[in-house]
């Protein structure tokens, strides 16, 4: 069965102390790991997508990557409208989407 | 516009009525799914379509229907609404590599 963790489940960081979240996943036959947005009330605003170990992809502050069995999404210097909830997912071949339960961020200013 | 429309944005109401939860999309994907949001279990599927004569279960269907109109629409029926039905409603539809969501429903049954 197809699987996926965030960590942590909530983050406090000062405006400008970058940091990472992670995404540990099991699924058979990886076609793609997938970053989202969600604000709150609102529905997931899809950031990146990733199919192979070892890509990578930046947005602005910031920056996915991909292994084998986890994703980390890297933020430098956030700005408080960087707060949000992050979703990471995946999908096998021929199968749907499997959300993990997201990790709150949250950047004091 | 919106990419995907959700009506009702929200939604109270009692046990045992039946509700509709309408989407309507504008990217022209044939995939569209139903999900459901709790705090601290994610999204999870509830029925999806691969395309209008396509409809399958996800992993939490009982309790709910839905039908596909057509290629834009597919709505979301609780017959009998219980009070653990009560979360946010997501409908969603996809290309072969980004899925875009709507607003959401908040539904609360009481």
């Known amino acids: 069965e197809d699987q996926v963790t965030q960590s942590p489940e909530a983050l406090r960081l000062q405006e400008g102390e970058s940091s990472s979240l992670n995404c540990s996943y099991t699924v058979s036959g990886l076609r793609g790991l997938f970053w989202y947005r969600q604000d709150p009330g609102k529905g997931p605003e899809f950031l990146f997508t990733?199919?192979?170990a070892g890509e990578e992809k930046e947005k602005e502050r910031l920056k996915a990557t991909l292994t084998k069995k986890e994703s980390f999404l890297h933020i430098t210097a956030p700005k408080p409208e960087d707060s949000a909830t992050y979703l990471c997912a995946v999908q096998a071949y021929g199968q749907n989407f499997v959300f993990g339960p997201g990790t709150r961020l949250s950047v004091l200013p | 516009d919106a990419d995907v429309t959700q009506t009702p944005r929200n939604r109270i109401t009692k046990t045992g009525k039946r509700i509709m939860l309408e989407c309507s999309q504008t990217?022209?994907?044939?995939?569209m799914y139903w999900y459901r949001q709790d705090p601290g279990l994610g999204l999870r599927l509830i029925y999806y379509s691969f395309d209008v004569k396509d409809i399958n279960k996800g992993e939490i269907s009982d309790g709910y229907s839905v039908s596909r109109q057509a290629q834009a629409k597919f709505s979301l029926s609780l017959e009998s609404a219980i009070p653990n039905q009560t979360a946010l409603y997501f409908c969603?539809?996809?290309?072969?590599?980004?899925?875009?969501f709507g607003q959401g429903t908040r539904l609360t049954v009481v």
């Open positions: 990733l199919y192979s």
């Open positions: 969603a539809t996809s290309s072969a590599t980004e899925a875009f």
């Open positions: 990217k022209g994907h044939d995939r």
